[in-house]
């Protein structure tokens, strides 16, 4: 994956392009090697699945399939490498940065993963980081964000929701994600996986009453900048805090 940097430069016109439009409908976009439908990933009876133990730290944290891609206006920017763009770590490159290893969903546009290896469990505190590519800007003193609506499925057909205050500036947008700055990347090994190191924005299971996740939903809010083929939620990554491995379970 990429790891170029943007400029500070780049950084303000693509924040000041990233305006109004008119949205269009959103079409699928296709997705290589996808995997089972979700219909197919529904667990069977709990009773005979076999009992695992957690994991901490997992070997794989990050998405292994995409799902489902659905762009809205404004997408784009990072079509040429999906879907490997959004699987694996973040490329982050600090505070005052934002990273071009990302696909842009557009107004609304959604997407959802999957993890094939190791599931998001419910333990202390954050579970699961979203990475988008939020960056701090000296002249306002404030981070430049683009929200984007959480939500986690252990089966692909029932979702649970992280509300998300897409529109409170000045509270910070909580529950959303692409709001701090995103640190971690292979090359400073900066962990992507320690919610104190790594930026990013995370969520608890227990928020919403689920114990395990296989899928994660993320959609575009419908309220950040949209302009030229970079418009709304950029992606970045996402990767498992507490999880569970998935090996010897049934599918």
Do not use: K
């Not at 409908?25 to 219909?39: H, I, K, M, S, Y």
């Amino acid at each position: 994956m990429s790891a170029r940097f943007w400029s500070t430069a780049l950084v303000a016109l693509v924040g000041l392009t990233a305006c109004g439009g008119e949205p269009e409908e959103n079409a699928p976009v296709p997705v290589t090697d996808p995997g089972r439908e979700p219909e197919d990933e529904r667990p069977t009876d709990d009773s005979t699945e076999p009992v695992v133990d957690p994991v901490t730290d997992p070997a794989d944290p990050y998405a292994d399939e995409v799902v489902s891609f659905t762009p809205g206006f404004g997408a784009g920017f990072g079509q040429d490498r999906f879907p490997s763009v959004v699987l694996g770590a973040p490329v982050g490159v600090g505070p005052d940065q934002g990273s071009l290893d990302v696909l842009s969903l557009g107004r609304s546009g959604s997407i959802v993963l999957r993890f094939t290896d190791t599931a998001v469990m419910d333990g202390p505190g954050v579970d699961l980081l979203v990475f988008e590519n939020a960056f701090y800007v000296v002249t306002t003193g404030l981070n430049f964000t683009e929200r984007g609506v959480v939500a986690v499925s252990d089966d692909g057909v029932t979702w649970h929701e992280f509300p998300c205050a897409f529109a409170n500036a000045a509270g910070g947008y909580p529950g959303c994600a692409g709001v701090h700055t995103v640190q971690a990347n292979p090359a400073n090994g900066v962990s992507a996986t320690d919610p104190a190191v790594a930026g990013g924005d995370g969520f608890d299971l227990a928020t919403v009453g689920l114990s395990r996740a296989r899928y994660v939903r993320i959609r575009d809010s419908g309220n950040n900048g949209y302009g030229g083929t970079s418009g709304g939620f950029d992606l970045d990554a996402v990767a498992v805090v507490n999880g569970v491995s998935l090996q010897g379970t049934t599918p």
